[in-house]
């Protein structure tokens, strides 16, 4: 796994000082949220011309799609804003929606930001600066090869990296099928390989707080064990799968869990198929799998 990593080295977004940064958001009746953090994080960007925020409607009941319909006309006409929709799944599954977004992203540097999530003034221009050194950037605290699960913020899944390790590892684990540890197991999966990261300026990391009724409205299983050090609860059980797979050797993500399935892009009538990961990722790198002929606004 290094050796592919090291193949792909020098990553895309380090041959260029203007790399495109995705903030890829995954939402699931959270427009409440979006309506207050959307808006501050485009004018936080506004200067600059290298961003896009990739929105995945992961078959949301409340508005959010007449929302960004009505809102981001313009946006979306200039690449600013891409909206796809899954209006199939009536669960949410974290890893799954997750590795749609990123699929669908154009950027050579993808950022997982959660709907609550505010990023701050030119987050993107920091992300560009670090992962000049750095493979991977996380909100989530780093002690030795692992993520702390104690005092969590509401920010830990900010994970960010560049395209080529993304495809690479598999990206999130989709065997997580209830709610928490998939943005940190990204992280200490890339650490157990041997990749560097470092958490986020606390600067960067501020998001709207809520109770857990709202995380896991979606899911099964209701108790997270959020803020216990994975003692008990949803966490914990994730976290004791991967402990299963880790003494297994299991670090890559099988190919046919890497948010295969139908979505369609910016309201348009057709939709995109998004297959099983190639073995290889060869030059997967080079850009999202939608083409841009057919837009439809």
Avoid at 147 to 169: D, H, K, Q, Y
Avoid at 183 to 212: K, P
Avoid at 219 to 244: E, H, Q, V
Wanted: with cysteine; net charge negative.
């Amino acid at each position: 796994m290094r050796d592919l990593i090291n193949g792909l080295e020098p990553y895309q977004c380090r041959k260029t000082p203007r790399a495109l940064v995705s903030f890829c958001i995954t939402c699931k009746d959270r427009v409440s949220h979006l309506q207050e953090t959307l808006p501050r994080n485009l004018a936080w960007h506004a200067d600059d011309p290298d961003v896009e925020f990739v929105i995945l409607n992961y078959n949301s009941s409340d508005h959010l799609h007449d929302w960004v319909r009505d809102m981001f006309g313009q946006l979306r006409r200039d690449g600013r804003v891409v909206y796809f929709l899954n209006s199939g799944p009536s669960a949410f599954h974290a890893s799954h929606a997750k590795n749609q977004a990123f699929r669908l992203a154009r950027g050579s540097i993808l950022c997982n930001l959660d709907a609550d999530n505010f990023t701050g003034a030119n987050f993107a221009g920091y992300l560009r600066r670090e992962l000049q050194t750095l493979d991977f950037l996380s909100g989530g605290v780093i002690e030795y090869d692992r993520i702390v699960a104690t005092n969590v913020r509401g920010v830990e899944g900010r994970n960010v990296v560049p395209r080529e390790s993304f495809w690479a590892l598999g990206g999130f684990d989709e065997d997580f099928d209830s709610w928490g540890y998939e943005d940190s197991n990204l992280s200490e999966r890339m650490m157990l390989l041997g990749l560097t990261g470092r958490t986020i300026d606390d600067a960067c990391l501020s998001c709207i707080d809520h109770d857990d009724e709202v995380r896991t409205r979606f899911f099964s299983k209701k108790i997270t064990g959020r803020n216990t050090g994975r003692a008990y609860g949803s966490c914990k059980d994730n976290y004791d799968l991967w402990l299963k797979k880790k003494e297994a050797g299991e670090l890559i993500c099988s190919p046919d869990k890497f948010g295969c399935g139908s979505v369609s892009r910016n309201f348009a009538p057709e939709t995109i198929l998004l297959g099983p990961r190639p073995v290889s990722v060869g030059d997967r790198g080079a850009g999202a799998e939608w083409a841009l002929p057919s837009e439809s606004f």
